[in-house]
C-alpha cells in the first residue's frame, strides 16, 4: 500500500470509527452497510454469486467512480459452496431465478415444534443430525455422495475465505477503502425463527412452549457470540454485523420476553471481548429501540430501515448510539437527483448536529438504484455535509477486551478432547501439542455449523 493510499484508507477509517464513537468528524460519513449497487454496478447479478474476478471488479469500478464513498462491504455469498451442498435456503439469480433477481430467503421449518429438547440437549447433534439433512438435499442421496458434498463444502469454504481475504485486501491496498463490517451473527431468537422454526413456528411456540423458547434462546446466546467472534477483524477494526428479522413482528411484551434478554446478553459478551456491532434495526423497530440504551455507550451502529422513523431514532437514541440511513429505497429507484438532494439536505440538517450520523439508505443500497440517484446523495453530502474540514479524525484503538467474558464459557464441540483421548487410549507423548489442535478445529467445525443459519 503506497504512502497515499494509507492516508486515505485512515482517513475513511477514523471518519467511520469516530462518527460510531459519536466523537467529532469532519463531515458526515458515507457508509452504506450493505452495498448491493456496488456488487452490481458492472456485473450481473448472477455473476456477483459465481464469477469473484467480476464482483471484484464491479466494486474496484464502483471506487472510481464513487471515490467519496468512506466503507464498501463484502458480498456474503458465493454461490458454489451452496451449491455444493445442495443448500435449500436460498435461490440464486441464474440458477433457480432469472440472472437479474435478487437472491430471495426461502424461509420453512426445519427444526419440528417437538425437538426443542434436542437443540437444548446438545445443539452440535441437533445441528449435524436432524438440521442439516433437511437443509442441504445432497445430504438426501446415498452415503458415498453426501461424504462427498461435505468434502466439497470444505474446500469451497477454503477457496471462500480466500475469495474475501483477496477481495478486502484489494479494496484496502488499491483504493484504500475500508469495510463497514467484518463478521455476523444472529439475535438467538431469529436463529430459531429465521431457518429452525420460521416465522409462523416460532410464534406459535412462544404461546404453547414459551420456556423450551426462551430455555433454547439461552443456549444459543454464546454460540451466536462465538461464532460472531470467530468470522469478526482480529484487528477490532470494523464493527461485527447483526440483522434482526422478527421484531418488527412482535409486540414489545413479547419482544421484551423473548428476543431482547438473549439478544443483550450477546451483543455484552461482543462488546466485552473487544467488538461493536452493526445492528439492522430491519422493519420499524420504533416500539424496541430504546433497548439500547442499556448497552454501553458508542458500542452500537443502528442502521434504521424505511419504516422506521429515522427523525424519531435521533431524538430517543441519537445522544447514546450512532445511527444511520435516512434515504428510502424508493427514492433511489424511483426518485429525481433534485428529491435526493433535498432529502439528504434535510437528513444533514436534522440528523448531523452533534455527529453520530452516517448517510445512507434504509439498511442498505438497492442493486437497481439510478447511477444519477446515488450520484445526487454524494454529491449532496459534499454539499451539506461538514461539520469542520480542519478536523483529522484518525482510526481509534479497539475496545478493551475483558479478562473474564460472563456467559461466553468454554467453546462447544461435537467430540471433547477427554473422549477422542480416551478412544485412542492416551498418547505417548506432549499431550498439549496434540490437544490444542484437535479442540481448534472442533471449534471451527462447530461455529461452521452455525452458518447455515444464517
Known sequence: MS???KELYEERLGRYQNAIALQPVDRIPIAIGS?????????????????????????????????EFDALRNNRFWAPMYDALGVRTYKFPGRDLAPHVATQFVESEYMLADEYDALIANPGQFMLEKFLPRVFSEMDK???????????????????????RNRSIQLQNQCGMPQPVTGAFLAPFDAIGD????????????????????????????????????????LRRYPIFVPTHKPTFMSPKQFDTFYWPSFKKTMEMIIAAGY??????????????????????????CDIDDQGDIFKAKEDIGHHMCIAGGILSRMFILGTPEEIDARVKLLCEKLGPGGGYIMGGGCYLPGNSKPENVRAMVDAVMKYGWYDKSIKARPLPPLP???????????????????????????????ELIRKPWETIEGMAFNWLWSWSM
Open 35 to 67: 452495498n448491493n449497487f456496488a456488487e452490481s454496478y458492472t456485473a450481473s447479478l448472477q455473476e456477483v454469486i459465481y464469477n469473484p474476478q467480476k464482483w471484484l471488479q464491479s466494486e474496484l469500478d464502483f471506487v472510481r467512480d464513487f471515490p
Open 195 to 234: 431457518v429452525l422454526r420460521g416465522l409462523t413456528g416460532v410464534l406459535r411456540d412462544i404461546r404453547r412452549c414459551p420456556d423450551k423458547v426462551l430455555e433454547a434462546c439461552d443456549v444459543l446466546a454464546p454460540i451466536m457470540a462465538r461464532f460472531a467472534l470467530s468470522t469478526a477483524d482480529p
Open 142 to 164: 446415498d452415503s458415498a455422495r453426501s461424504h462427498f458434498a461435505f468434502l466439497k463444502a470444505g474446500l469451497a469454504q477454503g477457496m471462500y475465505a480466500e475469495i474475501m
Open 276 to 301: 461493536k456491532i452493526r445492528m439492522y434495526m430491519e422493519g420499524d423497530w420504533g416500539k424496541h429501540w430504546h433497548h439500547v440504551l442499556e448497552l454501553p455507550k458508542g458500542t452500537i451502529l
Open 3 to 5: 504512502n497515499d493510499v
Open 401 to 431: 477486551v475483558s479478562s473474564q467474558i460472563p456467559g461466553l464459557g468454554e467453546q462447544h464441540v461435537l467430540t471433547p478432547w477427554a473422549v477422542k483421548n480416551a478412544e485412542m487410549g492416551g498418547v505417548l507423548g506432549d499431550e
